[in-house]
């Protein structure tokens, strides 16, 4: 058996993990790379495997990093099935339209410029028909759900608590008679935050294949950072600001809905300062998301569940609004009066996040907020390390709008978190690999696990295949990317200047069961007509207790 890294093998994005048999190969992920010109032409680059020859794509989760490119595999021969949770496939939806959409409408500002340097069009990564073939293929499993792919392999998806319908997937895969237990973390969230449950610890592995975001850092604790926006917030408030607020459209943004709805709702002392200060979604995907994350309870930890039964619903307050047309989005910076924006991209790399950039960075008077991860490469990395200014279509903007990086926000485990989940295994595994990283972050943890719990762990530095039994290397490929067009080299120029001037500035009960007279086979059907159901009530409480909500376009409201 072998494992092929092709991606998330120097950096966080473009996760990707081809496993292979004498007679199986089968994805972990197919992640879309991102951060900068030179990570995203990673992505047309020739897939290291042949696409027509995997069988199935296991998918952890539905964030753009991970799923991004089953689009552009589908359009270069994949025909298998796509594996996630129900919740996974629900968002999937949202996700890879809207990805689609981005690469047409990219493609085509950039044929338009290739057409009057005298330069031929440009193809999109891959179209929105690519994105519904792809949707076509993915086959929804439940939690806790085991599922035979093929006589030889099987998994069971236990949930990660990252974001929603997030897995941790366990997969146990024979050859030769031999079975052996793989299993691959994804992305692990943090624990005890709302809405979702906590990661689940997992007891045995052979093999274990586990991120390393935050392998070097220890975040501060959820409940300081909520103070924290709070006081950003009404300080913003009083001195006539907004707060803008990067965020990924899926996860992040629900949480932060989460949490102004106990603001607004549960703490009568800041109503003097928040009363009629509006919190705006200004996302399409991030409006369309918060629906799905409402239409699947049954992955919600116990408390957002008893809220739900009780008749509160937790993603829903008085002065939450959603934008979805353009027009709307645009009354936002024309309007003056201090608001909270939560838009996407949490990078800041595309969509409205950077138009209200461009009209809020440059005035004292409000505050930007990062809630979550920002990779190298990214503007979002750039503020929060200090830019003193920045160039957004094509104009440069000074930076004088506070900045803030709540990193008790993310939706990532930090170095805590991760050490506690790999110290779950029972027995140590014979391998574990360590990926979705930077090089400090991977390497770090990699110190800490072999000093503490005598690992000897694998630190993925290139795309490379490992011979399981035997851990043997078999190959190492670095990967070379060339984009030295026009607006790539000015990208270059920027980010030279960018950093330079920072240099100035400064010198992470089941065997019981089983002696009983059922067979193992009969249990699993019951276990997953119990989790269906368990999901069909909790949809249904979901729906009767969910408010209608106004749907007035905001140039028509009257508050405006």
């Known amino acids: 058996m072998k494992i092929k890294f092709c991606g998330a093998s120097e ?4 996760s990707c993990h081809l496993i292979s048999t004498e007679e199986h190969k089968i994805l972990l992920d197919c992640g879309q790379f991102q951060g900068g010109k030179a990570m995203e032409a990673m992505n047309r680059e020739a897939f290291p495997f042949t696409p027509e020859e995997i069988e199935c794509v296991v998918l952890s989760h539905a964030h753009i990093d991970h799923c991004g490119r089953l689009p552009l595999l589908v359009k270069r021969g994949f025909r298998g099935q796509i594996y996630c949770t129900d919740a996974t496939a629900d968002l999937l939806e949202v996700m890879l339209r809207d990805s689609a959409y981005i690469h047409e409408k990219d493609a085509e500002t950039q044929s338009r410029k290739n057409a009057r340097k005298g330069k031929p069009p440009v193809e999109p990564l ?30 069971v998806f ?3 608590g990252h974001i929603l319908g997030s897995a941790i997937t366990e997969l146990w895969i024979t050859e030769a008679e031999s079975t052996s237990k793989i299993v691959f973390s994804g992305d692990l969230g943090v624990m005890n935050t709302p809405i979702l449950r906590n990661p689940t610890k997992i007891k045995k592995a052979d093999y274990v294949i586990m991120e390393t975001t935050y392998g070097n850092r220890i975040h501060e604790p959820n409940a300081t950072s909520i103070d924290q926006l709070i006081k950003i917030t009404i300080d913003t408030v009083k001195r006539g600001g907004s707060v803008i607020i990067p965020s990924f459209a899926v996860g992040r943004t629900q949480e932060l809905i989460y949490q102004f709805n106990l603001f607004y709702e549960e703490h009568p002392e800041y109503r003097q300062y928040l009363e009629n200060v509006n919190v705006y979604i200004d996302s399409p995907m ?8 409402k239409r699947n309870a049954q992955v919600f930890d116990e408390e957002t569940k008893a809220r739900i039964l009780s008749g509160d619903n937790p993603l829903d307050f008085k002065n939450l609004k959603f934008t979805r047309n353009t027009a709307d989005s645009q009354m936002l910076n024309n309007d003056k009066t201090p608001k909270v924006i939560i838009s996407a991209s949490g990078m800041c790399e595309a969509g409205r996040i950077r138009h ?24 979002g990395r750039l503020l929060i390390e200090g830019a003193k200014e920045v160039k957004l279509f094509g104009e440069t903007v000074v930076v004088k709008a506070e900045i803030h990086n709540l990193e008790g926000f993310s939706g990532h485990a930090d170095q805590k978190g991760l050490f506690e989940w790999i110290s779950s295994f029972e027995k ?4 574990v690999f360590l990926v979705h990283g930077e090089t400090d972050s991977k390497k770090d943890f990699a110190k800490l696990i072999e000093t503490e719990l005598g690992y000897d762990p694998v630190v993925i530095m290139q795309n490379s295949e490992f011979e399981l039994e035997t851990g043997r290397l078999l190959s190492k490929e670095e990967v070379i990317t060339e984009v030295m067009d026009d607006e790539g080299i000015e990208e270059l120029k920027d980010k030279i200047v960018n950093v330079k001037e920072q240099l100035d500035q400064m010198l992470s009960g089941a065997e019981d069961a089983m002696k009983n007279q059922l067979s193992a086979e009969k249990l699993q059907q019951i276990n997953n007509i119990v989790l269906e159901l368990e999901k069909a009530s909790l949809n249904l409480g979901s729906s009767l207790t969910s408010e209608n909500r106004d749907t007035t376009p905001l140039s028509e409201q009257g508050d405006m």
Request: hydrophobic share 40%; proline share 4%; no cysteine.
């Open 11 to 14: 950096g966080v994005t473009g």
């Open 126 to 155: 891959y179209t929105i028909k690519d994105a519904e073939a792809a949707l076509t293929l993915v086959k929804p499993v439940l939690y806790d759900q085991l599922i035979e792919i093929n006589p030889e392999i099987k998994i």
């Open 158 to 160: 236990n949930d990660a």
């Open 286 to 293: 991030a409006t369309t998301a918060t629906e799905v994350f």
């Open 356 to 379: 209200h950039l461009k009209h809020n960075l440059w005035d004292s008077r409000n505050s930007i907020v990062f809630v979550g991860y920002q990779a190298e490469g990214t503007l």
């Open 428 to 431: 140590k595994p014979k391998q």
